[in-house]
């Protein structure tokens, strides 16, 4: 079945410091891939999203590219904040399309200043 | 109101109470979602709804119950819970479009539940 995995946190990054989380999927056809966001204390919050290859979803300085090629939807930023400090999940809704949301382990990020 | 919104944001309850939790979304949307979301565990989907319709039930316990009067509302109801169960619930929501795909799904802040 279709699956997310994601690099092992918790991440712990100085401020102004580059950032990359790791994502890759395992699926059939084109599932449509995104990016959460949960801050302490509250629910997910969409980042961003890309719904076909090579697309690029971008928001608040994230961004992510779907590759195809490499099953990946890594996610980057160029320079952190302390306010960026919180769990992000990489998702994916499969090419069947039920609507059923596939989640990765979830990432810590901590961002020292 | 805007988004989806829980209440109440926090719940403590003895195994032996009956609690309900509930979930509106103000985002005109036709499904609707629970997941339970425990430390250091991935996030589990429990139900979901379609048109108020259920159409998934990922094998949760009884004491466990879900209701869907309309496509704005979605209530868990808790009975004989166990200690194991506290965890953070969320809801969520999305948007069947035509031709049967689904955009991406919105959540609310949650309910955290202590059971004692």
């Known amino acids: 079945g279709d699956s997310v995995t994601q690099m092992e946190g918790p991440v712990t990054l100085s401020e102004e410091a580059f950032l990359t989380i790791n994502c890759t999927y395992t699926?059939?056809?084109?599932?449509?891939l995104f990016w959460y966001v949960q801050y302490p204390g509250e629910g997910l919050q969409l980042l961003l999203k890309a719904t076909k290859a090579d697309d690029k979803g971008s928001n608040k300085g994230f961004e992510a590219t779907y590759r195809k090629e490499t099953t990946s939807f890594h996610l980057e930023k160029g320079s952190v904040q302390v306010s960026d400090s919180a769990v992000y999940f990489c998702?994916?809704?499969?090419?069947?399309?039920?609507?059923?949301?596939?989640f990765g382990q979830g990432t810590t990020l901590q961002v020292k200043p | 109101e805007t988004g989806v919104t829980q209440t109440p944001r926090h719940l403590v309850m003895g195994m032996t109470n009956k609690k309900s939790l509930k979930c509106e979304q103000h985002l005109g949307h036709n499904a609707m979602y629970w997941y339970k979301q425990s430390a250091k565990k991935p996030l589990e989907l429990m139900f979901v709804y379609n048109f108020k319709e259920q159409t998934e039930n990922n094998s949760v316990p009884s004491r466990f119950s879900p209701e869907c009067p309309n496509s704005s509302h979605l209530f868990l109801h808790l009975h004989t819970l166990q200690p194991e169960d506290s965890a953070l619930y969320l809801c969520a929501s999305s948007q069947e479009l035509a031709g049967g795909s689904y955009n991406e799904q919105f959540f609310g802040p949650g309910t955290r539940l202590t059971v004692l």
């Open positions: 699926a059939t056809g084109y599932p449509s």
């Open positions: 998702a994916l809704i499969g090419s069947s399309n039920t609507g059923k949301l596939i």
